[in-house]
């Protein structure tokens, strides 16, 4: 089976910045499309960023849209999620996603296989 395990999270201050990393087991990560998804409490889960299998294509939120950069080194089977400017609101749990290669981005959670354990970012301000 496909694992992912995030790391970087943290506390930080607004205006501060983070970068998230998600190491994916397997053979296959140049074949999948990645993304970013985060979720708090009392609220529903929102993509944040997606890449496709070669990292020609991205996709952000509006919200995050300018600030967060995803990027990929499949060397590596790593995923990142550089996030500058950080503000309160952004204070979420935060999860990389895994699912086989499709043509451009893949966004809809549903549409993904594999998922990390989340990690914790907090935004204070």
């Known amino acids: 089976q496909v694992q992912l395990v995030e790391s970087g999270g943290g506390l930080v201050q607004a205006g501060g910045s983070l970068r998230l990393s998600c190491a994916v087991s397997?053979?296959?990560?140049?074949?999948?499309?990645m993304g970013w998804f985060r979720q708090a409490p009392g609220k529903e889960r929102e993509s944040v960023a997606a890449?496709?299998?070669?990292?020609?294509?991205?996709y952000f939120s509006d919200s995050v849209k300018g600030r967060f950069t995803i990027s990929r080194d499949n060397a590596k089977n790593t995923v990142y999620l550089q996030m500058n400017s950080l503000k309160p609101e952004d204070t979420a749990v935060y999860s990389c996603?895994?699912?086989?290669?499709?043509?451009?981005?893949?966004?809809?959670?549903?549409?993904?296989?594999?998922w990390g354990q989340g990690t914790q970012v907090s935004v204070s301000s």
């Open positions: 996603a895994a699912t086989p290669g499709r043509l451009g981005v893949v966004i809809a959670y549903h549409e993904y296989t594999y």
């Open positions: 890449i496709n299998w070669n990292g020609s294509r991205t």
């Open positions: 397997g053979r296959t990560f140049g074949t999948y499309n």
